[in-house]
């Protein structure tokens, strides 16, 4: 089993660890309610050392990534970050992913864990005669992810350019005499930013971290959070999950992310169509048989990935994603609808093995940050 940079600093802080796509990682130090809290309130501190980070460079690596994402790539700045999906040919979801451009001809791409040697692979199959050299960094480098409300004012102890930074926007800082790369990005839901450094001064910079907040004791500013309050935290952001959400025979717009796909690529600079372009154009043009919806749930009881979702005993959907919001107090879930059936305010059932719960529809996001 793979380790983070930041395994000793887990099981120090009695981090219950799981194996989490061949990666041991913490899944919860206090628990998950109350890390999910922490997140909502004040600020978390994520190990998310287990993404994938690959760096692309080469005279047509911007050709190379037209190719391989759904989102215009070619019109991005140095500095800027992009979300976008990997497809397969028949217009499903190999990956979801985010982008980096760092100058004209090298870009970084952040990967999902469990998708990464797929990806790595798929990556040599787009790029055919392109002059494109890909490198896998993964276990070279480490990430991690701070998120919360009071998560700027940290920062900005020690970068006012770093917290100065645009959404989806990224610089490149010197730390321990080498560079890291910064964005405020993240995928809680709150304000933050995301942090990829060597692995070898990663454990260092937790240190520097330290001095300005101790995030060991319990009224910390930030506070370390595991991966039990990442889901919970992204679900009530109404951000889709690999595995859940999406996956290779699911089709791309029916995810409701139609924002991260541009299918006019092949009109604009250097006019290259991305991999099952022509199947998610059908998609977009045709419909898809179902669509994401968010659901509420009556009662406390949770649903379960995989539960049917259900109209007068007919099956019309599958919940993909549930839990106890902690920040609503009440159950949600995400769920693959029939069209018909997917309006807001429309009432439908889950099955939960043998108990009904009655359920409706609702437009995500769930939570969205206060401003």
Not at 186 to 214: F, K, N, Q
Request: aromatic share 6%; proline share 5%; hydrophobic share 40%.
């Amino acid at each position: 089993m793979l380790t983070t940079p930041f395994n000793s600093l887990h099981t120090s802080l009695g981090a219950k660890m799981v194996d989490f796509a061949g990666w041991e990682m913490p899944l919860l130090y206090t628990g998950i309610i109350d890390e999910h809290r922490q997140v909502r309130s004040s600020g978390g501190l994520f190990d998310v050392s287990h993404m994938g980070r690959v760096w692309v460079r080469g005279r047509d690596s911007r050709r190379f990534l037209e190719r391989l994402c759904t989102r215009r790539i070619s019109d991005m700045q140095p500095g800027q970050c992009r979300y976008t999906l990997v497809c397969n040919a028949a217009g499903g979801v190999r990956d979801d992913v985010l982008v980096y451009r760092l100058d004209e001809s090298e870009f970084v791409l952040v990967v999902n864990a469990s998708n990464r040697e797929k990806l790595l692979g798929h990556f040599a199959e787009v790029r055919g005669d392109l002059t494109v050299t890909i490198d896998d960094r993964t276990l070279k480098t480490a990430m991690i992810a701070l998120q919360g409300p009071r998560v700027m004012e940290i920062v900005a102890k020690f970068s006012a350019e770093i917290a100065s930074l645009k959404r989806y926007r990224f610089a490149t800082k010197g730390v321990l005499m080498v560079k890291a790369i910064i964005s405020r990005t993240g995928y809680t839901g709150e304000d933050g930013v995301e942090a990829i450094v060597p692995a070898s001064i990663a454990p260092m910079g937790i240190e520097m971290l330290r001095r300005e907040v101790d995030i060991t004791k319990p009224d910390a500013i930030i506070r370390p959070a595991g991966l039990g309050a990442r889901d919970t935290l992204r679900l009530e952001a109404g951000m889709p999950l690999y595995g859940h959400e999406l996956g290779e025979d699911v089709p791309a717009w029916a995810s409701g992310l139609s924002f991260a796909i541009s299918l006019d690529k092949a009109d604009h600079e250097p006019g290259e169509p991305f991999v099952g372009q022509d199947a998610v154009r059908q998609q977009a043009e045709r419909g898809t048989p179902r669509t994401l919806v968010g659901l509420t749930l009556d009662g406390r009881r949770s649903a379960r990935q995989g539960m049917p979702v259900r109209v007068a005993g007919a099956d019309v959907g599958v919940v993909t994603s549930a839990c106890l919001s902690p920040t609503l107090g009440a159950p949600i879930a995400m769920a693959y609808v029939d069209r018909d059936h997917a309006g807001a305010g429309q009432a439908l059932t889950i099955d939960a093995g043998g108990r009904d719960i009655a359920a409706t529809v609702v437009a995500l996001p769930f939570y969205t940050k206060p401003k």
